[in-house]
């Protein structure tokens, strides 16, 4: 039965490739905007767990309270301790210490003179341990504008933009000035090893990347960290799993009765990520069914157009004596079949231009200028297995549901006049 449908299906054109084509569309549609808001909103996630929160971030109450402060007079103190013991209680975690620092970059003249300043936001990062994955984390190297890596203490990174606007080049010393942890002055000078850009303007106007050690010296902070972040080894956020780490780690850590006990935030609850993670969960339903909604009006219509158009075969096939339930359930075989053909031409499409997009991407850069939102300047989809499958949601939804709506007229014929329809 089945392969006598298709065979009829392959060969009657004008009765299959509008729904063939009207599906393909939809899907392929489907798994577009499913693949670009998985890549995007990933992007978007991503960028900001390796750059500002980790997975999930442990820092003291009173430094989470003011965390946009950058206050390190309220860092985390013992902190090796700390990380040994998340390590233990959290083996599945990777668990670094980031330290971030506001200030100012001066840069003097061949005389030592002032010929240029900036503001620069540091961050301090573990550059040299031997199995720290943080520059490989940060995407750091592959950042570099010109330069190489820090390979020694009292050298950083500086932004190209940054450079560029001070007029600084490899190998010059800059000086920054500051305050350390304890709110006296600190006065610090590095030698720019490289140039580097990460595309988010909001980092590239005033980065300084210093390793970690030269930042606990200069702001006297031995022992102590700002920040101590944690990245699942194997490298996927799980946010069930993640709030109920959370969970357990403040139930033994935080008191409340302390501002400077250690608290421990999932990636959901910092830098309003929550809404982002729940509405990027909630858009390809609302995609699968807007298709599934709009594709079934079009089906409906076209199969009341086709239904139109084989009047004259149902009216004949019920004559010679087959049932109007096997008319209509052989309708609905039809609609299964069209649907999967339609699926897998529109999933081809589809999956097509979202490969080109995870490859290419849309290069919103030229938008980000003023931008102090973290967010790639590339936005690139994302081929996941699901997209393999979820075509065929609306794909086969909407052209069985359409042939439901138009079949009922199967079983409005009346017997009785089908002979003198015959005749005309």
Sequence with gaps: MIQFLLKGIL????????????????????VMLSA???????????????????????????????????????AILGVDEL?????????????????????????????????????????????????SREAQRLNIESSLVTGTMPTKKGEALIGHDFSEKLNVKIGDEVTFFGTTMNSSMTFQNFIVSGTIRFGAASMDRGALIVDISDAQHMLDMEDASGELLGFSKLNVYDDDQTQ????????????????????????????????MLDYSNMMSGIFIFIFVFAMSIVLWNTGLLGGLRRYQEF????????????????????????????????TAIGLAVAY??????????????????LMPSVLRAKVTPGLFFIGF???LLAMVFGNMLSGIGIYKRETARLFKELEV
């Design 393 to 395: 949601i609306p794909g």
């Design 83 to 131: 990380t040994e013991s998340l390590r233990s209680d959290f083996p599945q975690m990777e668990w670094v210490n980031r330290i971030k620092f506001g200030g100012l970059i001066d840069v003097p003249d061949e005389n030592g003179e002032t010929k240029g300043q900036g503001p620069a936001a540091g961050i301090a990062l573990d550059l040299f341990g031997a199995n």
């Design 244 to 275: 109920e780490m959370a969970a357990q780690f403040n139930a033994k850590h935080t008191k409340d009765d302390d501002e400077f006990s250690p608290i421990m935030l999932p990636l959901r609850e910092q830098n309003n990520l929550g809404p």
């Design 11 to 30: 060969r009657d054109k004008s009765r299959s490739l509008l729904p063939i084509t009207v599906v393909s569309i939809g899907v392929a549609l489907t």
């Design 36 to 74: 670009y808001m998985e890549g995007a909103f990933g992007d978007m996630i991503d960028q900001n767990a390796r750059f500002e929160t980790g997975h999930v971030k442990v820092m003291t109450q009173a430094y989470a309270e003011n965390k946009e402060q950058l206050p390190n007079d309220l």
């Design 356 to 373: 080109y997009l995870q490859v290419v991407g849309i290069d919103i850069s030229g938008y980000m200028d003023n931008s102090t939102m």
């Design 315 to 346: 009216g004949i096939r019920l004559a010679l004596g087959e049932a109007k339930g096997q008319i209509y359930r052989s309708l609905l075989m039809e609609a299964v079949l069209i649907g999967i053909i339609g699926s897998i031409v529109g």
